[in-house]
């Protein structure tokens, strides 16, 4: 708001301004996450290098069921961020998918029903879904 015809009367010329922002409707409305096919939707696209399938890249992954209860998340407990190689079946489907395309940085929140809560090449997850619900999945690319 300091830049030349940006000018408040009421704000310091160049300073950082915060903006605080309450989301009150989308439309049209979401879809009821239970009876949604897995999805993503990117919240920060992210810069740089994409991920693609046979790539590497780590990121830190919290699980949420859909009343919003935190379910895993590497940011607990002393975990590491997960190193992840799309393709290579060592991580639930759901994000192997939801990784493949993102750029450096980027953030991405994935809604993943059971069929995706298991390996590519079968096998349960280490992560400890719930039976038979759909989770959402916050994925962040970390370096």
């Known amino acids: 708001y300091g830049a030349e015809g940006f000018a408040r009367e009421n704000l310091p010329a160049r300073q950082d301004i915060r903006f605080d922002t309450e989301l009150l409707k989308i439309e049209p409305p979401l879809p009821d996450p239970e009876t949604t096919?897995?999805?993503?939707?990117?919240?920060?696209?992210?810069?740089?290098?994409?991920?693609?399938?046979g790539g590497s890249a780590n990121f830190?992954?919290?699980?949420?069921s859909t009343s919003g209860e935190k379910l895993y998340s590497t940011r607990s407990g002393g975990k590491p961020p997960?190193?992840?190689?799309?393709?290579?079946?060592?991580?639930f489907m759901g994000l192997e998918f939801a990784?493949?395309?993102?750029?450096?940085?980027?953030?991405?929140?994935?809604i993943v029903p059971p069929p995706y809560q298991k390996r590519l090449r079968g096998g349960a997850s280490d992560i400890p879904f719930p039976k038979n619900e759909t989770v959402l999945?916050?994925?962040e690319?970390?370096?």
Request: proline share 2%; glycine share 10%.
């Open 99 to 110: 990784a493949i395309g993102m750029k450096t940085s980027g953030f991405r929140t994935a």
């Open 37 to 53: 096919a897995f999805r993503y939707i990117d919240v920060q696209k992210g810069l740089g290098r994409m991920l693609s399938c």
């Open 141 to 143: 690319w970390v370096e």
């Open 60 to 64: 830190h992954v919290t699980v949420w």
């Open 82 to 91: 997960i190193a992840l190689r799309p393709g290579s079946s060592t991580h």
């Open 137 to 139: 999945v916050d994925i």
